[in-house]
């Protein structure tokens, strides 16, 4: 079966302070991968999403950035945290072939 | 106007009831449609996937599109404590990089 994990489960950070966070899917290959953002009262976010290996789209111009080294990894980062890029950050998969997304357990990030 | 909207609830109901959950959506080129449970500061979790028209029942959910009336529905038989959690509609359609465009979820609370 398919297991996606992320880490950390929460972080603090300062403003200024560099991000990076790790989401990797284990029991599948060539996934769709997928970073949100999901803020209170604004639903979920999409960020980023990747079809391949180096493969990556932006959905929203920020200062975050993310990539994909391996089939099965995904990282979000930034250089700079600003205090708006508090929230919880999600990562999911999908299936080349299907509309259905697999959500981790998310990293809750505070900005202070 | 939002591609997809959901009133946000809360919803209260008490143990037992049937429970009614509804997005309305603009697009009429939507044929792939989610239910997923969200709960406090977990990753959404998939419940229910729809192709286009019709209905589809697994255990005490039931979900039904409407692509007529563009109206999605869950429905929770004989609702349990365990159900209280945000339910987010996700929609998609044809060509669009698999991306789902989201409501923002209803809030539920079972009273025992």
């Known amino acids: ?42 639903g979920l976010q999409l960020l980023f999403y990747s079809v391949g290996i180096g493969q990556i789209s932006s959905e929203v111009p920020q200062n975050l950035s993310a990539s994909r080294p391996q089939d099965r990894q995904f990282i979000l980062s930034s250089k700079k945290l600003l205090l708006s890029d508090s929230g919880f950050y999600l990562c999911a998969w999908s299936r080349d072939s299907s509309y259905e997304q697999y959500f981790g357990p998310g990293t809750r990030l505070t900005v202070t | 106007q939002k591609e997809v909207e959901q009133d ?25 449609f989610m239910w997923y449970r969200q709960y406090s500061r977990k990753g959404p979790e998939l419940l229910m996937y729809t192709y286009s028209s019709g209905n589809k029942e ?55």
């Open chain 1, 1 to 42: 079966s398919q297991t996606i994990h992320q880490w950390p489960a929460t972080l603090v950070q300062p403003v200024g302070s560099p991000l990076s966070l790790e989401c990797t899917v284990e029991g599948t290959s060539n996934p769709n991968l997928y970073w949100y953002r999901q803020a209170a009262g604004r």
């Open chain 2, 8 to 32: 946000p609830g809360p919803l209260s109901v008490p143990e037992g009831a049937i429970v009614s959950l509804n997005c309305t959506y603009s697009n009429s080129a939507f044929q792939y």
């Open chain 2, 58 to 112: 697994d255990g005490r959910f039931t979900a039904q599109v409407d692509k007529s009336s563009k109206y999605i529905s869950l429905f929770i038989r004989d609702s349990q404590p365990s159900d209280s959690a945000t339910y987010l509609c996700a929609m998609s359609y044809a060509g669009n990089n698999r991306k789902l465009i989201w409501g923002l979820g209803t809030s539920l609370a079972v009273n025992p």
